[in-house]
């Protein structure tokens, strides 16, 4: 099914770490994927060019907001290229304009099947698309989302029951 950028959906956010929970309550509805675009590496290292403008903030790894590129432009110089950045760092660089959450309750449960975290939770949430991310494949369907309201935040186990149940 093709998302309509314009039309609010439903969708799923698996939140299976202390800071997920956190940003969650805290209305922080933003993802990092911890990676760096390409395009910005090539940009800043082999062309050394340092105006923000030249720099998109669609990329392949999906849309990042103007923080995450500002953090770039000025972390970058203190990193060699092909260095490994601090956790740190890199998080403020690769802030995504959305939530990375799955277009189906099916993606969010296979998601979830075989996974070695203690205690998750899925969010139910309605939004509007921004773009694919890369964790999107043939069995499970991931999305860029703005938030606009919580519909419900359940346990895994209680998602499951609730989709056995309809």
């Known amino acids: 099914m093709k998302r309509d950028r314009n039309q609010l959906m439903l969708?799923?956010?698996?939140?299976?770490?202390?800071?997920?929970?956190?940003?969650?309550?805290?209305e922080r509805f933003f993802s990092y994927h911890n990676l760096l675009p390409g395009e910005w590496i090539d940009l800043f290292y082999k062309e050394k060019c340092h105006d923000a403008e030249k720099y998109p903030l669609r990329t392949n790894l999906g849309q990042f907001t103007q923080?995450?590129?500002?953090?770039?432009?000025?972390?970058?110089?203190?990193y060699r290229q092909g260095d490994i950045w601090s956790a740190d760092d890199l998080k403020k660089a690769s802030q995504l304009d959305g939530i990375c959450a799955f277009q189906d309750a099916?993606?969010?449960?296979?998601?979830?099947?075989?996974?070695?975290?203690?205690s998750i939770c899925v969010v139910s949430f309605e939004g509007y698309f921004v773009?694919?991310?890369?964790?999107?494949?043939?069995?499970?369907?991931?999305?860029?989302?703005?938030?606009?309201?919580?519909?419900?935040?359940?346990?895994?186990?209680?998602?499951?029951?609730?989709?056995?149940?309809?």
């Open 67 to 78: 923080l995450a590129l500002e953090q770039f432009l000025n972390l970058a110089p203190h």
């Open 11 to 26: 969708y799923y956010r698996v939140l299976h770490s202390p800071e997920h929970m956190a940003d969650w309550h805290e």
């Open 106 to 118: 099916e993606s969010a449960l296979d998601y979830m099947s075989g996974s070695h975290y203690g």
């Open 131 to 166: 773009s694919t991310i890369p964790e999107t494949s043939g069995t499970m369907r991931g999305a860029l989302v703005k938030h606009i309201r919580t519909v419900s935040i359940q346990t895994a186990e209680a998602f499951k029951c609730s989709l056995r149940s309809t």
